[in-house]
């Protein structure tokens, strides 16, 4: 083996301080996240530790240093003439406002499961054998629904659907939608509420998932609109949709063909398969970058070991691109594939016979 460059050594090193200080802090997020801590610095203005607490009830030795740490990471504003902290109208946006588009505490509590489920992935590869959605800790079901919701609430009504073909106006009229893999139901919630005249059904195989979604519903005043039940991919209920979705869950599959297959067999004439996931080029090389680094992660971590428990096993991967996510449906006997519209985190596909 060569020698190490002592220069590159060095930069490796300042990555790794950095890596670990990230490490550090999504800890604090999430328990800065937990205790409403953002939320209690929410409106902007400047506090000392002992207000803070005052206003949280915690005691202020602990305030402080979460405090402090959070300067250091540069996600609460520190003034030393005053000795007091405060939240910029940005950082509010990413911690404490849950339906801010720019949210990102959620994510946190996604990056926690992995943290917490790490032996049962290890033991995952050395078995070979999978890890099931439902085998994880129940903080990446809560965090998953947070992180995914303020995407959902800019993007998907406002240019996902306008972006499909006729499915818009089909909505405004009354159609028959079934939302598949739906989590907590944040995706299809916010479709009924969007769409009063149309009927929605949301299907997960995660029970626990799917009680969340019928109290969610309930909260949100759509529960009259919206049937949650528990079923997997392959054997909800065929009504001939006029829409079936699938948000960031198609690659979680194991047999992402035999899905589509159901789905071609559960549309209307006309009806369209929407599938959103993870934005990915199809080359390896070209995902080599921030966001790629963070959507391998959760398919180490996740996504490839819940594909690898089930039947088939295909393990796409949160990775997989346009090219293997067109073959899926190709395989699944659509002949219609396109992309319909992208964000930097998302790429949507209308699907249809």
Same mark, same amino acid.
């Given at each position: ?29 999430? !328990? ?34 979460? *405090? ?71 903080? *990446? ?22 972006? !499909? ?164 449906? *190709? ?23």
């Amino acid at each position: 083996m060569r020698a190490a460059d002592p220069q590159k050594l060095d930069a490796l090193v300042g990555r790794l301080v950095g890596d670990v200080g990230a490490s550090v802090t999504g800890a604090l997020i999430v !328990l800065g996240d937990q205790l409403g801590l953002y939320k209690a610095m929410g409106d902007g203005e400047p506090v000392t530790a002992a207000e803070l607490a005052a206003r949280t009830g915690f005691k202020e030795r602990y305030v402080r240093e979460w *405090l402090s740490a959070q300067a250091a990471a540069g996600y609460v504003d520190y003034d030393e003439g005053s000795d007091r902290f405060s939240l910029s109208p940005e950082q509010v946006m990413t911690f404490a406002e849950d339906d801010s588009p720019a949210f990102f505490a959620g994510a946190f509590e996604v990056v926690q499961s992995m943290w917490v489920d790490e032996p049962k992935v290890e033991e995952a590869f050395r078995s070979g054998k999978g890890l099931g959605w439902h085998e994880h800790s129940k903080c *990446l079901f809560r965090g998953t629904e947070r992180f995914f919701r303020p995407g959902y609430n800019a993007h998907l009504t406002a240019e996902w659907i306008p972006a !499909l073909d006729g499915v818009q106006t089909k909505l405004e009229r009354g159609a028959t939608v079934a939302d598949v893999g739906c989590g907590h139901g944040a995706s299809t919630i916010l479709m009924a509420k969007a769409y009063p005249q149309s009927r929605f059904y949301g299907f997960d195989y995660h029970g626990p998932s799917i009680e969340r979604a019928r109290e969610e519903a309930q909260k949100a005043g759509v529960g009259d609109r919206i049937v949650f039940e528990q079923a997997s991919a392959k054997d909800f209920p065929e009504q001939k949709y006029d829409l079936v979705t699938m948000f960031d869950c198609l690659h979680d599959m194991g047999d992402p063909v035999g899905a589509g297959k159901h789905v071609r067999d559960s549309l209307a004439r006309d009806g369209s398969w929407m599938i959103v996931e993870p934005f990915a080029h199809d080359r390896l090389q070209d995902n080599l970058n921030p966001v790629g680094r963070i959507y391998y992660g959760a398919s180490t971590m996740i996504c490839t070991p819940a594909s690898l428990s089930q039947e088939v096993g295909l393990g796409l991967g949160a990775q997989a691109g346009e090219m293997r996510l067109r073959k899926v449906a *190709l395989d699944a006997g659509f002949s219609r594939f396109r992309r319909a519209t992208e964000t930097p985190f998302n790429m949507v596909f209308e699907v249809r016979a």
